[in-house]
């Protein structure tokens, strides 16, 4: 079974800075699939990116990279010139070969302060 | 905006009570997923379906029962709630598998 780590419960950073977050899986499988979704007070939970496994080139959307590295199997998010509505909680989550689920990490609590 | 509704937003019940959550989509989306979330365990799987009557238990299934009529609707039931199933639970639809997934809104369930 996979399993997905965020060990950064909390993170803070100034307004207009950049910061990472952190997450490591663990897997056997040579193909899958590795997303951030990001959750608001609202609830709702919003794809930020996706990147696939057999892809070497890190994602990019906007603000919003990834430090995609494999062996390590390491899969950071790196936000630029943040925002205050870029506080939220925020989950790692590893998509598994046959497709049929995802598994989330615990999550990181992201507070952006102006 | 996937098009994803959850039904009842909130719901408060009392143990030993069945309890269905229902989940559309307009989209005739294949794939559709139930999760719950606790706090410390980000979203957890609990059954998913890969089409009208295919379904398949994920990681959390134990006392959860689902059906998928329609290929629009699917829907969550505990037969009998107990208090460890107070949480909020989440419908999800994925346009192929394999491919990212999208959420609809969440329903909190409070057991009592």
């Known amino acids: 079974a996979q399993t997905v780590t965020q060990s950064q419960p909390e993170m803070s950073v100034q307004e207009a800075e950049t910061v990472t977050l952190s997450c490591t899986y663990d897997t056997s499988e040579s193909d899958y699939y590795l997303f951030w979704y990001k959750q608001p007070p609202s609830r709702q939970m919003i794809l930020v990116i996706r990147q696939e496994a057999y892809k070497q080139q890190n994602a990019t959307e906007n603000r919003f990279s990834v430090n995609f590295q494999k062996a390590a199997k390491s899969f950071s998010l790196k936000i630029s010139d943040s925002q205050l509505g870029d506080a939220a909680m925020y989950f790692c989550?590893?998509?598994?070969?046959?497709?049929?689920?995802?598994?989330f990490g615990g999550g990181t609590r992201l507070m952006v302060k102006p | 905006d996937a098009g994803i509704t959850q039904s009842p937003r909130h719901k408060v019940t009392e143990t030993g009570t069945p309890v269905t959550l229902r989940c559309h989509q307009t989209e005739n989306h294949r794939y559709m997923y139930w999760y719950r979330q606790d706090p410390g365990h980000g979203l957890r799987l609990i059954h998913y379906s890969y089409g009208v009557k295919d379904t398949d238990k994920g990681e959390v299934s134990d006392g959860y029962s689902v059906s998928r009529s329609k290929t629009e609707d699917f829907l969550l039931t505990l037969e009998s709630a107990t208090s460890s199933q107070t949480s909020v639970y989440f419908c999800?639809?994925?346009?192929?598998?394999?491919?990212?997934?999208?959420f609809g809104p969440g329903t909190r369930l409070t057991v009592t």
């Open positions: 989550a590893y998509g598994n070969n046959a497709g049929n689920m995802l598994t």
């Open positions: 999800a639809i994925s346009v192929t598998s394999g491919y990212e997934q999208y």
